[in-house]
């Protein structure tokens, strides 16, 4: 929009911290290019389309000073940056809110977006260690879900009747399917919220592309029924959040390659073991 | 209805074609006259003695309705006799005719204006005069006339159009209201579309620039009309034109930054008067644009008054949520006056003005954009100012903008970023530990390549030097140890 007229580099008098940039500059791929740099703006600036209104109007004898309907102040909405992901928010708490429910504890593997780094790690125990499966052959090693309870069961129905019977869960709880359910389950989006933001914002195959490292039967994502089905009340929030936000930003054509997870732990994948099995 | 004309503006401007006209209503507005025949009226003007300007007062109220202009130019010879009048030895009647001419230059038909251009020698001449009603009727008739046709225009320029107006500021510059005439018409000629090349040059030469300064001061017995004229004729000549030292030299940029300090106080402290904007918007432009002009070294020298930053600062503030356009032309001001100078950008530190500009950072349409140039100006002096703007908050500002849904917003944060990170390992430290890195990760496969490039450059490079744990995952494939 606004065309810099670029003025020449002092020369003298450098400060050390632009002879490192400049330093950088040379070897030729920083990417980093702002330069300070006075604006001269024209006559039919854009720029100046409203102080010009203003101006004509008075001449007009049309002006008044303090009109009723004053001009609406915008503010910059957010959005959500990870490929694939087109979420617009208004507001950053609202950014916040969606980056935590969907984007934070990702599994690496299979995409699938946990509410909690522990549930996180178990999911990845349960569904990709390859180890869990052999050791849980002969140990218990399916842990409760409930924290702090600290049983461990045989298999997976155990826990679940653990969970029905002792902890009051439904007996459809979201965060405790089976692997072998997910190739049955056609609506089911327990844990596909990732699928769910797919779905609300119509980037779907970005996403959903990405095949699962499992090895039973190629089973990807984009099989299941897309729906909104929210589990717990933040994931509802979110995803209606970013359903009701058209999609506006142009595709991404950058998917995150399996090969890489996000560091810094907000995306994890199989790491060895953590300690926690008896 | 003002909507409608609003959009009317709007759309005129963009075809370059926003011309306004200015009406001087007579004292005697509201006497009803009947609905005259101009030709009969044009035939009791040449016929009769005693009554002429009877006549004519009845012409002139006739000459508001758009229809009877069309007839009257038609008409053999009515200029002619008008001119007589204009130039006859009846005082009244000179009035009277010079109304009409006021009339019929306001008409929004373009081939009325240039009918009466037999009669602009005269008003020229008449603008040395000493009547003020008369002499203003004279300049807004001229005003009027300008935007209509390059042919009037060719004929005002040469028969003196230029050095008229500037005898008639300096001689009456006491009269506000011939200044003000004066300088409306002096702006409608700058608007021309071939003004830059035909009419600037020869303004530029003339006296009147001097004259136009002289009108800015913040003296308040001068009044806000003719000030609003002047400051917007310097606007066109200043921003038409790519170098204004000639300006400079005349002291424009410290008589406007002056000025404009004043009205900031004033606004500052609630003394709004009306159409203030209207006089502080043009000061804003020649101040912005004229600055290019004004080599780093001199700048001390011709902007004296150290408070135009914390005035500039005020004025944002004040006019943010009422006129946010306003708004956005004063932080480009700022920028323009921060980009090439350490001491500006060192007063908005020490002056503690950076935090309210931090403050405007949720702020779009073109405002939150240049509050980054201005910060990143900042950043690009010296590497203390980083440390200084990490202290008041920008990184955390930043790990919120990085977030937004504007390109431009993200790309110059990112920039900024990479200026403050290199500035000090404590700044990099700080930004690590606010969890900034999450940040570029995800930026890392962004669909536009500006940010990928950045964010992995600053990660790679700069920032994970600083991580304690560093959790880069290669997935192996699928095996059993």
């Given amino acids: 929009m606004l065309q810099p007229e670029a003025l020449q580099l002092r020369t003298e008098g450098r400060d050390e911290q632009q002879e490192r940039r400049l330093s950088e500059s040379e070897e030729g791929n920083n990417p980093f290019s702002f330069t300070p740099q006075i604006i001269r703006l024209h006559k039919d600036h854009e720029l100046f389309e409203d102080g010009d209104i203003h101006r004509h109007m008075y001449l007009q004898d049309l002006y008044i000073s303090e009109a009723e309907d004053k001009p609406a102040l915008s503010v910059s909405e957010f959005a959500c940056h990870i490929s694939g992901c087109s979420g617009v928010f208004s507001a950053l708490e609202e950014y916040e809110h969606h980056y935590n429910a969907l984007h934070r504890h990702v599994c690496c593997s299979c995409r699938r977006s946990l509410p909690s780094a522990r549930l996180l790690?178990?999911?990845i125990q349960e569904w990709h260690d390859s180890l869990f499966t052999i050791l849980a052959q002969k140990q218990d090693m399916y842990q409760c879900l409930v924290e702090g309870c600290g049983q461990t069961f045989r298999t997976n129905k155990h826990r679940k009747d653990h969970l029905i019977r002792i902890h009051?869960?439904?007996?459809?709880?979201?965060?405790?399917?089976?692997?072998?359910e997910r190739g049955k389950e056609?609506?089911?989006?327990?844990?596909?919220?990732v699928d769910d933001v797919c779905e609300s914002e119509g980037v779907c195959e970005v996403m959903c592309n990405s095949p699962s490292d499992e090895p039973e039967g190629g089973e990807s994502m984009e099989t299941h029924e897309c729906e909104e089905k929210a589990t717990t009340e933040d994931v509802l929030a979110a995803a209606q959040d970013t359903e009701s936000t058209a999609p506006r930003k142009p595709q991404y054509s950058y998917r995150i390659p399996n090969t890489v997870c996000f560091g810094h732990g907000s995306v994890r994948g199989f790491r060895g073991r953590r300690g926690r099995r008896k | 209805k003002l909507a409608v004309e609003n959009s009317t503006l709007r759309q005129a401007r963009r075809d370059r074609q926003l011309v306004s006209k200015r009406l001087l209503l007579n004292e005697d507005e509201e006497h009803l006259i009947f609905p005259q025949d101009i030709v009969s009226l044009l035939h009791k003007l040449?016929?009769?003695?005693?009554?002429?300007?009877?006549?004519?007062?009845?012409?002139?109220?006739?000459?508001r309705d758009p229809a009877a202009q069309l007839t009257f130019i038609k008409h053999e010879n009515s200029m002619h006799l008008l001119v007589g009048l204009l130039t006859g030895s009846n005082a009244q009647c000179r009035l009277q005719a010079v109304r009409c001419l006021h009339e019929l230059s306001h008409s929004s038909h373009t081939n009325v204006a240039p009918a009466c251009l037999p009669a602009t020698p005269y008003l020229l001449t008449y603008l040395s005069g000493p009547s003020t009603k008369f002499?203003?009727?004279?300049?807004?008739?001229?005003?009027?006339?300008?935007?209509?046709?390059?042919?009037?225009?060719?004929?005002?320029?040469?028969?003196?159009?230029?050095?008229?107006?500037?005898?008639?500021?300096?001689?009456?510059?006491?009269?506000?209201?011939?200044?003000?005439a004066a300088a409306f018409t002096l702006s409608q000629l700058l608007q021309a579309r071939d003004a830059p090349e035909k009419i600037i040059p020869i303004v530029l030469k003339s006296t009147l620039p001097s004259h136009l300064l002289s009108v800015l001061t913040p003296d308040p017995q001068f009044g806000l009309a003719p000030a609003i004229e002047c400051a917007w004729c310097l606007h066109y000549l200043i921003c038409s034109t790519d170098d204004n030292k000639e300006l400079l030299a005349q002291g424009a940029l410290s008589q406007c930054s002056s000025l404009l300090v004043s009205l900031g106080g004033a606004v500052t402290e609630g003394n709004k008067e009306d159409g203030i904007e209207l006089l502080i918007w043009p000061l804003l432009r020649c101040v912005g644009n004229i600055l290019s002009s004004c080599p780093e070294e001199d700048l001390n020298a011709q902007l004296t008054d150290a408070h135009l930053p914390a005035s500039l600062c005020a004025l944002v503030q004040a006019?943010?949520?009422t006129l946010p356009a306003l708004a956005r032309e004063t932080v480009w001001v700022l920028n323009n006056l921060t980009a090439h100078s350490t001491e500006f950008c060192s007063a908005l530190l020490t002056l503690n003005l950076v935090p309210g500009l931090i403050q405007l950072l949720p702020f779009s349409q073109g405002i939150n954009t240049m509050i980054l140039r201005i910060l990143a100006n900042i950043a690009?002096?010296?590497k203390v100012f980083c440390v200084q703007l990490m202290q008041l908050g920008l990184l955390s500002a930043l790990c919120a903008t990085l977030k937004m849904a504007d390109q431009e917003m993200v790309i110059q944060s990112l920039d900024i970023l990479f200026m403050m990170t290199v500035s000090s390992p404590v700044v990099a430290e700080e930004f690590v530990r606010q969890d900034g890195l999450s940040l570029l990760e995800v930026l890392q496969y962004n669909g536009a390549a500006e940010m990928r490039q950045r964010s992995t450059y600053l990660l790679e490079k700069h920032l994970l030097s600083y991580q304690q744990h560093?959790?880069?995952?290669?997935?192996?494939p699928y095996c059993l140890c």
């Fill in chain 1, 186 to 193: 056609q609506k089911d989006a327990a844990m596909e919220v």
């Fill in chain 2, 470 to 476: 560093i959790t880069v995952i290669v997935m192996q």
């Fill in chain 2, 46 to 63: 040449q016929h009769s003695g005693t009554e002429k300007e009877a006549h004519l007062k009845a012409l002139s109220k006739v000459l």
């Fill in chain 2, 380 to 382: 690009h002096k010296k």
């Fill in chain 1, 121 to 123: 790690d178990i999911h």
């Fill in chain 2, 135 to 180: 002499t203003e009727l004279c300049l807004y008739t001229l005003g009027n006339m300008c935007p209509d046709s390059d042919v009037v225009r060719e004929k005002l320029l040469a028969q003196g159009i230029i050095p008229a107006l500037a005898s008639c500021i300096e001689n009456q510059r006491h009269t506000l209201a011939v200044v003000e």
């Fill in chain 2, 319 to 321: 006019y943010l949520h």
């Fill in chain 1, 168 to 180: 009051k869960y439904p007996p459809d709880f979201r965060f405790d399917k089976t692997k072998k």
